[in-house]
T-cell receptor, first 110, second 113 residues
Framework: EDKVVQSPLSLVVHEGDTVTLNCSYEVTNFRSLLWYKQEKKAPTFLFMLTSSGIEKKSGRLSSILDKKELFSILNITATQTGDSAVYLCATGGGANNLFFGTGTRLTVIP | NAGVTQTPKFRILKIGQSMTLQCTQDMNHNYMYWYRQDPGMGLKLIYYSVGAGITDKGEVPNGYNVSRSTTEDFPLRLELAAPSQTSVYFC????????????FGDGTRLSIL
């Protein structure tokens, strides 16, 4: 059975801190791993990773995939209060859909 | 560009009532999905469609039905609403599953009382 496990479940940091969010997975016919940010409404797309060892960056956010160890990390440097959200990890496999983890709730305190 | 549009945004139903959640996308995507998200949980797939006229069950299909008569629209029908169906429902679409990211609507918050 496909499985995505995110850790930690929740995290509280101060502005300026650096955080690392973890996502491990077991999925049949792996094609991609995606990170989404969810504030009050719909998840918004951050990154899609398909190859091991290639870091994707967007501003203060970056992510990398390890297909041998079946995990990915999402790093956020110099956190801001606007980074407060639930971060969802999902894997795209052979079943025509995405399989989501339960998310990590990040709270950034001023 | 509107993307994925869901209506209504909020709804309260009584136990046993039925309703249809609407979802439409204007990106000409073949793949469309319905998810539900319970408090503190991730998204669970209810139904999905790989093109007009083709639908299939996801992880939690019981109590729901879908249809896909056009590329743009993918309505979700709740028959005989139950309190366990209280949730936030998200519709999503993509041009190629597993290769392109899914785009989500803003969700429908549904309460069954």
């Amino acid at each position: 059975e496909d499985k995505v496990v995110q850790s930690p479940l929740s995290l509280v940091v101060h502005e300026g801190d650096t955080v690392t969010l973890n996502c491990s997975y077991e999925v049949t016919n792996f094609r991609s791993l995606l990170w989404y940010k969810q504030e009050k409404k719909a998840p918004t797309f951050l990154f899609m990773l398909t190859s091991s060892g290639i870091e994707k960056k967007s501003g203060r956010l970056s992510s990398i995939l390890d297909k041998k160890e079946l995990f990915s990390i999402l790093n956020i440097t110099a956190t801001q209060t606007g980074d407060s959200a639930v971060y969802l990890c999902a894997t795209g496999g052979g079943a025509n859909n995405l399989f989501f983890g339960t998310g990590t709730r990040l709270t950034v305190i001023p | 560009n509107a993307g994925v549009t869901q209506t209504p945004k909020f709804r309260i139903l009584k136990i046993g009532q039925s309703m249809t959640l609407q979802c439409t996308q204007d990106m000409n995507h073949n793949y469309m999905y319905w998810y539900r998200q319970d408090p503190g949980m991730g998204l669970k797939l209810i139904y999905y469609s790989v093109g007009a006229g083709i639908t299939d069950k996801g992880e939690v299909p019981n109590g729901y039905n879908v249809s896909r008569s056009t590329t743009e629209d993918f309505p979700l029908r709740l028959e005989l609403a139950a309190p366990s169906q209280t949730s936030v429902y998200f519709c999503a679409s993509t041009s190629e599953t597993g290769i392109q990211p899914q785009h989500f609507g803003d969700g429908t918050r549904l309460s069954i009382l």
